[in-house]
């Protein structure tokens, strides 16, 4: 059985509720693509690729964007993860599963809603790589990584940059969707250093944290995060980056490499997918292929996924911890009965 860990749905209730927002250039594009909030055609899609399943979780954007409030914005997690569990408790083959939303910007810092999902079933939570433009390590949002790495459950980690972060410091705006193109493969490195420089990922040893689209650059930079980065603090003058690098426990390039688990969802990129693989300790390394934004609606990124799997020959014991077996012992369920 194939369990893609990283796909995006949108309950009714809650897209409703995002068309009549009037969310812009996202909304646009949430509404072109039928299989992320139309039931039946998301369903379709997942029938269409034998032994298959899909894990559920809210895409973009960020709910903290929409809420005019921290009860708003917990109300509308509660109605995306509400509606999720509705859909996997009636299509437990299509859909076996489902990450509960939350937020750091919550008044708790999201713990209460992350605590009442997982007691409904919830594998875990998703949390976006910052929380309108504020880094992860705030103090304030500590509770949710104390209280997931007590749950044992891990947290899918989304990167969030949309076109109001500019390229340039001369310009007020990202242009030709550099924001997202490349600015989420950043993202979602620069949010991965905060927690390891902070002390979170040494304060929380037992925290699981998944990183969507393989970590973003991070494979690549395997000689700036590890040798560029055993001399922290050489090219700064105005802090003392040498005693945040001695208060660490280990080799900065050793949390990226050993301590985060990553997904399989590449774009179809096969460089990205070697780099991956080469990169991450190979028991952290789920399958997902971040459906439905692709081309053809979502189908593309799954077929395309898989391909590149199976191209890389796999030992059949391997492949079929990387489709479903990891993630099990990541989230503790079992899905391929």
Partial sequence: MRIDAYTHFMPEKFYDKLVASGAGDIGKRMRSIPAIYDLDHRRKMVESFPDYGQILSYPMPPVETLAKSPAELE???????????????????QFPGWVAQTSPGIADAGVREAERA?????????IYTNIVGRPLDEPAFEPLFAAMANSGKPIWLHPARAANF?????????????????????????????LVFSGIMDKYPNLKIIVHHFGGIVPMLEGRIGPGW?????????????????RLKKRPLDY????????TATFTGKAAMDAGFEFYDRDKIVFASDCPFDPEGGTMYIRET????????????????????????????????
């Fill in 166 to 194: 500019p390229d340039y410091l001369s310009e007020k705006k990202s242009k030709y969707e550099i924001w997202w193109a490349f600015g989420w493969s950043y993202e979602t490195a620069a949010a991965m250093a905060r």
């Fill in 306 to 337: 898989l391909r590149l799997l199976d191209e890389m020959k796999f030992s059949r014991a391997e492949r079929e911890a990387i489709d479903h077996g990891h993630l099990e012992k990541l989230t503790g369920v079992t899905f391929a009965k």
């Fill in 230 to 246: 055993d001399v922290l603090g050489q090219r700064t003058s105005d802090e003392d980056y040498g005693a945040v690098l001695k």
């Fill in 75 to 93: 109300d509308y997690c509660k109605v995306i993860n509400d509606g999720f569990a509705d859909i996997c408790s009636k299509y437990p083959r």
């Fill in 118 to 126: 997982i007691k409904n079933g919830a594998l875990g939570v998703q």
């Fill in 256 to 263: 990226f490499k050993h301590d985060f688990y990553a997904d």
